[in-house]
């Protein structure tokens, strides 16, 4: 559970960064002993439309970060034509995934701070300690399924309302964290458990998944 909360922590301390704005943009550069100083900064100064072109003569080009948008809180919702990213900007939970179940944990307090890693590192043992047994037809099975199967699983499944409810908190969560007790070995097994684990303990549909190994 140590490295498991200093995983949280750490990840919810660096999507406020990203919310606030205080990121380091990303920079490639072709001669870092040049163009990668403190000096380099001083091009935000320059207008926008010349500011590049400061960057291109010293081989230093900034990369497009619209990405990091969706890092938190993204999840893709499957229908039968094509799937939607869908972003809850405002989400201040987790989920994390054991033995084929879903637990929810708030990671950001009311004033915006990350929760106490103590507190998180606490809630995670509890999350150990439950002993309640795999169910037979986990849910995290049903991303694993094509697009148009998976879609009316999903209708099926959000047209009773408590099932649509539990999955709005999982679709709105910052991110996933999975606990497992594996030790991979071989190459090819360790590959299995981290890209898919066989459709179990994982949930594919959300864009952001942490992997804990060997608890």
Do not use: C
């Not at 969560?173 to 606990?179: E, G, I, K």
């Not at 590959?191 to 608890?215: D, E, P, W």
Request: charged share 20%; glycine share 2%.
């Amino acid at each position: 559970a140590d490295r498991a909360a200093q995983i949280v922590f750490a990840a919810v301390r660096f999507r406020n960064s990203l919310s606030d704005g205080v990121l380091r943009p990303e920079v490639f550069h072709l001669n870092p002993e040049k163009s990668d100083k403190s000096w380099f900064n001083l091009l935000r100064f320059i207008p926008q439309s010349f500011s590049w072109y400061g960057a291109y003569m010293i081989n230093a080009f900034p990369l497009d970060m619209v990405q990091y948008k969706k890092l938190f809180g993204t999840t893709r919702l499957p229908y039968k034509e094509r799937d939607e990213l869908v972003t809850t900007s405002d989400s201040r939970h987790v989920i994390i995934m054991r033995n084929n179940h879903f637990y929810e944990m708030e990671v950001i307090q009311s004033d915006g701070s990350p929760l106490l890693i103590t507190d998180i590192h606490a809630q995670l043992e509890a999350i150990l300690q439950d002993s309640t047994p795999s169910p037979s037809h986990p849910l995290s099975l049903l991303p694993s399924l094509d697009r148009t199967d998976w879609a009316e699983a999903r209708q099926l499944l959000v047209s009773d309302s408590q099932n649509a409810l539990q999955l709005e908190k999982i679709n709105s969560a910052l991110f996933v964290l999975s606990l497992d007790d594996t030790t991979p070995t071989e190459p090819k097994e360790a590959m299995s458990v981290f890209l898919h684990n066989y459709g179990l303990n994982r949930l594919t549909a959300l864009k952001h998944i942490l992997q804990v190994l060997n608890l």
